[in-house]
């Protein structure tokens, strides 16, 4: 099975810094990398899918990139919205993986 | 309108068995991609199974042998059934589908609660 690492887990910001989350994939998955977020007691949300496609309704301050193994979630200019849990999950096989996730705090 | 409801949750002794369902209303769920995901308490999210529309199903590892999907038609309703369950069975359990298939999910039902426990 596919691995997915993903890091930091946890990361301190303020509202309007830009942060960088990256996962690493165990081989190669393409594109097919999506990333949501979650907020507490809440479904996730889906954010960025196929690595880089912004699905709709998402803020344009979120963006994706990579492919193969390695890939990042950017978000620029941080809202006080923004302040929850971020996962990678990889969907490139049968069967899929989540990385560990990313919890951004508010400095 | 798309809605997915889960249900059949509840406490349950190790090795026992249960059976969640995902209801559908605004899709087919036996012409349907439909996913599991699963999150302990306090700890992220773990893929569980997916249902493809063609009727393929496939599962982690860490269920493989022990969990199954079904579908019933008449009820529009998909089954995950769960068996010789264990402690890090409990979780909240998610069904989602998707719109598109670029993406992995992108609708999500509300989630059911599995404790296991003695």
């Known amino acids: 099975d596919i691995q997915m690492t993903q890091f930091p887990s946890t990361l301190s910001a303020s509202v309007g810094d830009t942060v960088t989350i990256t996962c690493r994939a165990s081989?190669?998955?393409?594109?097919?990398l999506a990333w949501c977020q979650q907020k507490p007691g809440k479904v996730p949300n889906l954010l960025i899918y196929k690595a880089s496609h912004l699905q709709s309704g998402v803020p344009s301050r979120f963006s994706g990139s990579g492919s193969g193994t390695e890939f990042t979630l950017t978000i620029s200019s941080l809202q006080p919205d923004d302040f929850a849990t971020y996962y990678c999950l990889q969907y490139s096989t049968y069967s899929y993986t989540f990385g560990q996730g990313t919890k951004l705090e508010i400095k | 309108e798309l809605q997915l409801v889960e249900s059949g949750g509840g406490l349950i002794q190790p090795g026992g068995s249960l059976r969640l369902s995902c209801a559908a209303s605004?899709?087919?769920?036996?012409?349907?991609?439909i996913v599991w995901v699963r999150q302990a308490p306090g700890k992220g999210l773990e893929w569980v199974a997916v249902?493809?529309?063609?009727?393929?199903?496939y599962y982690a590892d860490s269920v493989k042998s022990r969990f199954s999907i079904s579908r019933d038609k008449s009820r529009n309703t998909l089954y995950l059934q769960m068996n010789t369950l264990r402690g890090e069975d409990t979780a909240i359990y998610y069904c989602?589908?998707?719109?598109?298939?670029?993406?992995?999910?992108?609708?999500w039902g509300q989630g059911t609660l599995v404790t296991v426990s003695s």
């Open positions: 081989q190669s998955i393409s594109s097919w």
């Open positions: 249902a493809y529309s063609d009727g393929q199903t």
């Open positions: 605004g899709l087919i769920v036996s012409s349907s991609y």
């Open positions: 989602a589908t998707r719109r598109s298939q670029l993406v992995p999910f992108d609708f």
